[in-house]
């Protein structure tokens, strides 16, 4: 009963922060998997990791999530086969844990002007409660774009901590230009702050996500 006011919860929020539609929803655990997750090349030319293929932690296998057509990014990431695809729609897909561990991923056009703005406003709105705090971030470039990525703690009432609960988030966020539309692309891995062994997990898996076929700059995870 935990896991579906979970899912319900989510479904709401990610309806909230998108605006998407169409949904696709997996109602049969046994039919979950895994999907990957994919942003398209729109930033600045100079990207350090452009050509490398991260190391894939043990276990685990890289994946590519279908964003449907609105979104024209591509965005990977790699996850074991523990995670359920419960949930799908048009720029929106979430992957959850038996835990209450969640994996958003997120594409749709922004509003703003540009790649440094999707980023500024993620970086203003994402720890904007007291008692949440950034712990480690970094901020880099990709071809048509500018992306930050981060691990930090989520106050209870953030609107992305799990059960109203503190939480730790592990993320990437990107502002990507493609053929003369700017896209904010996200990927989000949520769990407790008292769940060590997943937080453990998301340090390995961000490392790992892909922005256009890119890689990202990520924090030491000291």
């Known amino acids: 009963m935990y896991r579906s006011l979970l899912l319900a919860s989510v479904v709401v929020l990610g309806l909230f922060l998108s605006g998407c539609s169409a949904l696709r929803i997996s109602t049969a655990e046994g039919d979950s998997k895994p999907i990957a997750v994919g942003i398209d090349d729109g930033s600045e030319a100079q990207s350090s990791q452009d050509s490398e293929t991260p190391a894939i932690p043990s276990g685990m296998s890289q994946v590519t999530a279908d964003l449907g057509p609105e979104c024209p990014i591509k965005v990977q990431l790699a996850m074991d086969g523990q995670w359920n695809d419960d949930l799908a729609y048009d720029s929106y897909q979430l992957y959850s844990r038996d835990n209450g561990a969640i994996i958003t991923v997120n594409c749709y056009e922004a509003g703003d002007d540009t790649a440094q703005s999707v ?7 994402t720890f904007g409660e007291s008692g949440s705090s950034i712990l480690e971030e970094k901020t ?29 988030l592990f993320g990437a966020v990107a502002g990507i230009s493609d053929n003369g539309r700017l ?11 008292s769940d060590e062994t997943t937080a453990e997990l998301f340090a390995q898996m961000l490392p790992t996500v892909r922005f256009a076929d890119q890689g990202l700059d990520t924090p030491a995870f000291s």
């Open 119 to 125: 980023v500024a406003s993620a970086q203003e709105q």
């Open 140 to 168: 880099g470039t990709v071809t048509g774009g500018q992306y930050w990525t981060v691990h930090g703690l989520l106050a209870g009432q953030e609107v992305r901590a799990i059960d109203q609960t503190d939480s730790v």
């Open 183 to 193: 896209y904010k692309v996200s990927v989000e891995m949520v769990t407790l702050a």
